[in-house]
């Protein structure tokens, strides 16, 4: 099996279909959130005078893997960011059931299946295609061996609402109990390669991201649970060669966790098989991707360049900027929460007379705008969308009214 022909398709087409299949479900009021983005304070470098370049942000793929006999396969993925400037970062869980993109009449595929199949480069390469990023590392390691990767880091607090359990070859053994806890490295790692044979990965995706949780709580200040990062011009640094030296970058500063929202794909015709497949939500995928590793984002399209700056701790809000905008075929390059108080309305800064052009037709869907011409410039970007007070009264009234105002 292999995901190479299905990412050249995918290249091929406009940028995240996915997102265009998530807006269309969602309801026509929106009720917003508290959940807020990750690390508010930063992201404010970007409006410098002169040419800004989106940050470097670099990230590795680890799969913890699980041994019965000769059968190996993978319990669970995620991805470790690396923040602008080389510290601190963010844990992003990827379920193993996430449906990988497959070419067009082939058998619908777990991402996890192409690691049984392909090993560490096939999954790399579904994982790359399913979020529309380069990965610039990927390891897989055992409970063993990713327990002597993070030994350094101290025992750590969780609270579990359930019993980890692990199915061995003898049978079914209990890894860690419900409660609060505290938990070692061996049994931090232990747990991540744990997985229960005929139970759904949605019953135990809750405990593996408080144990994501608690490898990040090892960072420094204190970590927080929250969404989408904002970003800052970086100083120049190097890319880890390796899982050891990403860890280290994240641990020496604080590091924040996103599990990926997944739901169980039920339809006969997407999952005839009736295994344990998910389906991501694309706006939501895509808001962290741009938030996480915007510098890591491939994004198949001509269209207009986005970036999107979220005055509000919300992630709902964020989310459904982006997602509305992936709708209308806009390539959101870059998402930043930002510390200033929202304006009255959602202001677009655009580069040429093209970009506004463009940006005319998301008042449809972002409601009023407010045009300016860019103070600045800002590498790889047409406009810069800082949404408005008004995008979240649109939101509440059901995104019906459009207005532009000149500038």
């Known amino acids: 099996m292999s995901a190479i022909a299905a990412r050249r398709r995918r290249r091929k087409i406009a940028a995240v279909v996915t997102s265009v299949l998530s807006v269309l479900a969602l309801p026509s009021g929106v009720v917003v959130g508290a959940n807020a983005l ?10 410098e005078a002169g040419v800004a370049e989106i940050p470097t942000t670099p990230v590795e793929m680890i799969a913890v893997t699980k041994h019965i006999g000769e059968v190996v396969s993978v319990s669970s993925i995620a991805l470790l960011a690396i923040a602008p400037g080389g510290h601190g970062g963010t844990i992003v869980s990827v379920p193993v059931g996430a449906s990988a993109h497959v070419a067009d009449g082939a058998t619908p595929a777990r991402i996890a299946d192409y690691y049984v199949t392909d090993g560490i480069f096939g999954l790399k390469s579904a994982v790359e295609d399913l979020l529309n990023i380069t990965i610039d590392h990927a390891d897989d390691v055992t409970a063993m061996e990713f327990a002597d990767l993070i030994k350094a880091i101290a025992p750590q607090q969780v609270t579990l609402a359930q019993p980890i359990f692990d199915t061995t070859a003898a049978g079914v053994a209990t890894v ?12 931090i790692a232990a747990g991540l390669a744990a997985s229960q044979s005929g139970i759904p990965e949605s019953d135990r995706l809750a405990q593996v ?3 994501w949780k608690s490898i990040a709580h090892a960072g420094a200040p204190v970590a927080v649970d929250s969404s989408a990062s904002s970003t800052t011009i970086p100083a120049v640094t190097d890319v880890p060669v390796d899982t050891a030296g990403f860890l280290a970058a994240m641990l020496s500063d604080r590091v ?9 794909i039920t339809d006969a015709k997407r999952n005839p098989s009736n295994v344990d497949l998910y389906e991501l939500d694309g706006g939501e995928t895509l808001m962290v991707m741009a938030s996480v590793v915007p510098s890591a984002l491939q994004l198949a399209s001509d269209a207009i360049s986005v970036m999107v700056d979220v005055p509000f701790s919300n992630t709902n809000i964020a989310r459904e900027a982006v997602t509305r905008l992936a709708y209308l075929g806009a390539k959101v390059m870059l998402v930043r929460q930002i510390a200033e108080t929202p304006n009255e309305h959602t202001v677009v800064y655009y580069a040429d007379e093209l970009a506004r052009a ?6 449809s869907t972002l409601g009023t705008l407010e045009f300016k011409k860019a103070p600045q410039t800002i590498s790889g970007v047409n406009l810069q969308v800082v949404l408005g007070n008004d995008f979240v009264a649109f939101l509440g009234s059901g995104g019906t009214t459009t207005t532009t105002i000149a500038g």
């Open 358 to 363: 463009e940006g005319e037709a998301y008042s």
């Open 209 to 211: 991201k408080e144990l």
């Open 256 to 264: 924040d966790v996103w599990q990926l929202s997944s739901t169980l």
């Open 38 to 47: 990750l690390n508010e304070s930063g992201g404010n470098n970007v409006d």
């Open 176 to 187: 860690l109990e419900a409660g609060a806890q505290t938990v070692a490295p061996a049994q």
